[in-house]
């Protein structure tokens, strides 16, 4: 046999020499969430070591993950139902908790990457990521709303908005609405395929944002659907987004590869909370190994060509790096 493709698997520096894929810190986005108060740390029950943070204590943790090399956050509100209404006007308080801890922690980390989430689910009465009139969305009349809430955090000092709505038009409308008030240098991270998922359950026990009625299948992808996503990335990319995003990330690693080869702009993916939640299920049962589940899971997600990765295990990840 001239041909022994285990002749470069046969020690663990030849393996890592033709190794094809890497995870780097660099890689990595940490979504965080932030409550009202001081002093709070709450876990999310359903996302083991996974926390809710005052705005005092979100800032310690992000001074300890910028000590292990995590440079980029993704910051989510929860807030509570006294601050919602069925227009979503608590996202544009300049001095409530979103925009005031965004503008709070970019004075204290201007080397942060920090990246803000557009969508009127952790604000709205209803629960749903647009205007809701007679049970319907309205798709239109809430580009208006996500247009504000653009400037809003771009104004807090946002250096990525990230539209999560799914509305039709929404990221040439943010473009739009950011280059007018002087914000062209503010990037967007589209979600541009998020599927109509089972796996965001810990993410809304999180913000307590589940809707209060129906689900969210008209404006979120059909997880069925693969070549709806590439109609969805031709209109992000014309539109003016600068990364494209797949949500959820390990059911849909095709759709990554999908994206990957089809488009020049870095692609992301969400690597959400019911994929972290299973793994550490499992891992506190004792059925994998929770260190090597992640690792593998983060590189799979990197193999299938996503550039950048949000993902909870980040911290995790860092301090293993870190050892």
């Known amino acids: 046999m001239f041909k022994r493709p285990r002749r470069n698997r046969k020690s663990s520096v030849i393996r890592k020499m033709v190794q094809e894929n890497r995870v780097h810190l660099e890689d990595l986005i940490f979504p965080l969430f932030v409550i009202e108060g001081d002093n709070q740390r709450n876990e999310v029950s359903s996302m083991p070591g996974i926390y809710r943070y005052s705005p005092d204590l979100l800032k310690d943790e992000i001074d300890e993950c910028m000590n292990l090399g995590i440079k980029s956050f993704a910051i989510f509100p929860s807030l509570p139902e006294s601050k919602k209404d069925k227009m979503a006007t608590e996202a544009t308080n300049a001095e409530g908790l979103y925009l005031q801890t965004i503008r709070d922690i970019k004075e204290s980390f201007e080397d942060a990457c920090i990246i803000t989430d557009i969508a009127m689910d952790p604000y709205s009465s209803d629960g749903h990521d647009g205007i809701v009139q007679d049970g319907k969305i309205l798709n239109d009349e809430t580009l208006e709303v996500l247009g504000e809430m653009a400037v809003a955090q771009a104004e807090a000092g946002a250096d990525i908005v990230a539209p999560s709505d799914m509305m039709d038009g929404r990221v040439e409308f943010i473009r739009e609405a950011l280059d007018d008030a ?31 009625f129906g689900d969210k299948k008209t404006y979120q992808m059909n997880p069925a659907n693969r070549r709806e996503a590439l109609i969805e990335a031709e209109l992000d990319e014309s ?4 990364f494209l995003m797949v949500k959820p990330a390990l059911p849909y690693l095709d759709v990554i590869r999908t994206l990957k080869q089809d488009f020049d702009l870095p ?31 983060l590189l799979s997600i990197k193999r299938a060509g996503a550039d950048v ?12 790096r870190n050892g």
């Not at 506190?284 to 090597?292: A, E, F, I, N, T």
């Not at 909870?312 to 990840?317: D, G, S, V």
């Open 239 to 242: 539109e003016g987004a600068d």
């Open 182 to 212: 002087n914000f062209e240098d503010v990037s967007i991270m589209a979600y541009t395929a998020k599927y109509a998922s089972a796996f965001y359950g810990p993410f809304r026990d999180a913000l307590d944002s589940a809707p209060k």
């Open 267 to 297: 692609i992301a993916a969400y690597n959400v909370s019911g994929e972290y939640a299973m793994i550490k299920a499992a891992a506190q049962k004792g059925w994998l190994d929770g260190l090597d589940t992640m690792q593998e899971t």
């Open 309 to 320: 990765i949000l993902t909870y295990f980040a911290k995790e990840f860092a301090e293993l």
